[in-house]
């Protein structure tokens, strides 16, 4: 049987310089990305109940673009920031996922 050899990697705590191994877990991990403030995604997933606004409109922030039903509660999904609606990704009535991209914004 083929012995694994371990591979360690350097991580500095407080000026003092460390060894240890990675978990498969760790490695395996999903990169964080930083969220796109032109997008506007679903925190939950749910059915789109209604959509408030149209492509090309101008929209202030607080203004509330579309309506999304999630374990029988109506949620007000509302407008970030000051901005016009550049594409418009769900319909009415649709099932939507976590993290699925609703609306972006420009």
Known sequence: MEEKKLE?????VTARKYKTT??????NRTVYVAPNPDEIKS??????????????QKVKAGETIMIQEAMKMM????MPRD?????????????IRKS?????IE
């Open 22 to 27: 990675l978990t498969k877990k760790f490695i």
């Open 43 to 56: 925190y939950i997933p749910g059915t789109v109940i209604s959509i408030k606004v149209k492509v090309g």
């Open 100 to 104: 699925d991209l609703m609306i972006v």
């Open 75 to 78: 949620n007000q999904i509302k």
């Open 8 to 12: 360690l990697v350097d991580f500095v």
């Open 83 to 95: 901005g016009a609606i550049k594409e418009i990704l769900v319909a009415e009535g649709q099932r």
